[in-house]
């Protein structure tokens, strides 16, 4: 019995790990990894193994990093029985669809250029036929349903509080007589969202891989969210502007559109429209509401008192790029919820091009602004930002809501490791300062032994 990390071990991004019992190989997560494009294409496209022979995969959920690798394993002849939750299948069923479409039009951009070089084509990483393919592989479970993956292997999904569908998978694994529970915490959420429930502690787990995104950082309360974003939507529609919120269409989208419908239904928001202007947040949203059972408590009381979750009274979602030009055309207070969440691409780009330099109006940062983006640019207090190739002055407010994040903090990972006390704990889905010192953190508690896996190394379940 062996797993070996081949992916987001020192980094938070394309996470893929490989079991290995009585000969079969069971990989748990097929992440696409993000970064320069000749590196992210060469370790996406060149697998350390053969997809052919890899019985199973076990998914977490259905962000990218993820989940987005796996349309290279069914284009390089996997076959076997995608495992995931009910509403991860639901959601990567939007998710790959998209990143299949991403891949697509990034090849023909890029064949622009090396057909007018004379250069061969380069072919998409994958294709919406692949993703097709894929998604024909998924089998959906309930919370607490055990996949069982053959001989001595089974994996049972827990929630883990961190998007919707969301789940640890602890693995019971045994091999000659000998017995070994393999946990995996990743991506392990937080408690007290009011959208998602709280992640489930693992009971008896020997070996337990854990993230350690923000292992050496504190978030704000997260109940806070709701009021950080109330304050600025009252003072921007009362001053007559307009709030920008760039937004992941998956999570953080459906997020803020609960904390507007509660202040609207508890009478502390204004009377002004609020558009979610991605087709892909509406398409999301529709998954959210038929897999509302997976939803937080809080949330389905706030649904039964006024109707509609996701569609609730003064959300409009619009479809096409001509609703979306009006909202940038009128000047009309509204608040406008758009991808990209880094303000990178999309509909979010037109909006702020148009009123960034409106001293009237404030773009709201709910998520990671990642280095290098328009949207790091703005958290870092730019006053001249180019959007589009253009030059912009930006007069607009912008404020940063330290309390969305879908991902446990320092103390909340400790207090994971505390509560389950596993044999030992491997770190990963880390980058190397917040790794290390969540490892210090464990090592001075006495927490059992603390490993640091290396990208692929392999550990033996003794
Ligand atoms: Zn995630």
């Keep these: 019995m062996r797993l070996t990390f081949f992916g987001g071990t020192d980094t938070v991004t394309g996470s893929m790990h490989l079991v290995e019992v009585n000969g079969r190989r069971i990989l748990r997560d097929a992440g696409l990894y993000q970064g320069r494009r000749a590196e992210a294409r060469r370790i996406n496209s060149e697998l350390p193994f053969d997809p052919a022979g890899v019985e199973r995969l076990v998914l977490s959920h259905a962000h990218i990093d993820h989940c987005g690798n796996i349309p290279t394993l069914a284009r390089q002849g996997f076959r076997g029985e995608i495992s995931a939750t009910t509403a991860t299948a639901a959601l990567c069923d939007i998710m790959l669809h998209d990143a299949a479409r991403i891949q697509e039009q990034d090849a023909a951009y890029l064949n622009q250029k090396t057909n007018r070089a004379g250069l061969p084509p380069i072919e998409p990483l994958y294709v919406t036929a ?20 053959g001989p001595g292997a089974r994996a049972t999904f ?9 789940a640890l998978t602890v693995f019971d694994l045994e091999e000659g007589g000998r017995r070994h529970r ?13 959208l998602i429930r709280d992640p489930e502690y693992m009971r008896d787990v020997d070996t337990l891989v854990l993230e350690s995104t923000y292992g050496d950082r504190a978030h704000e309360e997260i109940t806070r969210a709701g009021e950080q974003l109330g304050e600025i939507a009252r003072r921007v529609l009362g001053r007559g502007g307009k709030l920008f919120i760039p937004s992941f269409a998956l999570e953080r989208a459906q997020e803020v559109i609960y904390h507007f419908a509660r202040l609207r239904a508890d009478g502390r928001l204004p009377d002004a429209p609020i558009y979610v202007d991605s087709p892909m947040a509406s398409a999301i949203a529709r998954v959210f509401e038929k897999n509302r059972h997976y939803l937080d408590d809080e949330s389905r009381e706030l649904r039964e008192r006024i109707g509609c979750l996701m569609r609730p009274p003064g959300v409009r979602y619009t479809a096409s790029v001509e609703e979306s030009k009006a909202i940038t055309a009128s000047s009309a207070p509204c608040i406008v919820i758009a991808a990209s969440g880094m303000c990178e691409y999309g509909r979010i780009l037109h909006h702020l091009k148009h009123g960034i330099e409106n001293g009237r109006n404030a773009i709201a940062l709910v998520g990671y ?6 949207g790091r640019r703005l958290a870092e207090g730019a006053r001249r930002v180019r959007i589009f190739g253009d030059e912009f002055e930006r007069r607009a407010e912008v404020v940063k809501l330290d309390a969305f994040s879908a991902h446990a903090d320092r103390n909340d990972l400790i207090a994971y490791v505390e509560r389950v006390r596993p044999r030992r704990t491997c770190l990963v889905h880390g980058e190397a300062e917040p790794r290390a010192a969540l490892a210090e953190a464990l090592r001075e508690r006495q927490l059992g032994d603390v490993i640091l896996p290396e990208h692929g190394e392999t550990l033996e379940l003794t």
Aim: charged share 20%.
């Design 182 to 194: 393999l946990g995996f915490a990743f991506d392990l959420g937080r408690r007290n969202s009011p």
């Design 158 to 166: 827990i929630e883990a509080g961190h998007i919707l569908g969301a």
């Design 369 to 374: 602004q990642a280095a290098h983006t328009l």
């Design 130 to 149: 692949d993703a097709e393919r894929a998604l024909s592989l998924f089998r959906g479970y309930p919370y607490g349903a055990a996949a069982e993956l």
